[in-house]
């Protein structure tokens, strides 16, 4: 088991940034890839970014490309998402997820392990 824990999350004016956080822990080791998908109200959960545990190679999804960067801290089995440029329409719960395997990196059925998730809320 993967356990996932989100923070960073909160209020903030367009056109600003925000630092999400998602410490893992448990059976870390088996961890292939994670992710960050977000979900508004009404709305299909999106894809946001992805990072491969192991060489971090990097994935975005069209809407956020540009604005967003993920990365990670291996030594504390943290990955991070840095939003710039907030828009409105980013408003939604973001969650962070954990996948074993190489599949396709969009796709939530991937990922095994889900964190609560936190909320963004973008003002105009």
């Known amino acids: 088991q993967v356990q996932l824990a989100e923070s960073g999350g909160g209020l903030v004016q367009a056109g600003g940034s925000l630092r999400l956080s998602c410490a893992a822990s448990?059976?870390?080791?088996?961890?292939?890839?994670m992710g960050w998908f977000r979900q508004a109200p009404g709305k299909v959960r999106d894809f946001v970014a992805a990072?491969?545990?192991?060489?971090?190679?990097?994935y975005y999804g069209d809407s956020v490309k540009g604005r967003v960067t993920i990365s990670r801290d291996v030594a504390k089995s943290t990955v991070y998402l840095e939003m710039n440029s907030l828009k409105p329409e980013d408003t939604a719960v973001y969650s962070c997820?954990?996948?074993?395997?190489?599949?396709?990196?969009?796709?939530?059925?991937?990922?095994?392990?889900w964190g609560q998730g936190t909320q963004v809320t973008v003002s105009s």
């Open positions: 997820a954990a996948g074993s395997i190489s599949g396709t990196y969009y796709k939530e059925d991937e990922y095994r392990y």
């Open positions: 990072i491969n545990w192991s060489g971090g190679r990097t």
């Open positions: 448990g059976r870390t080791f088996s961890v292939y890839r």
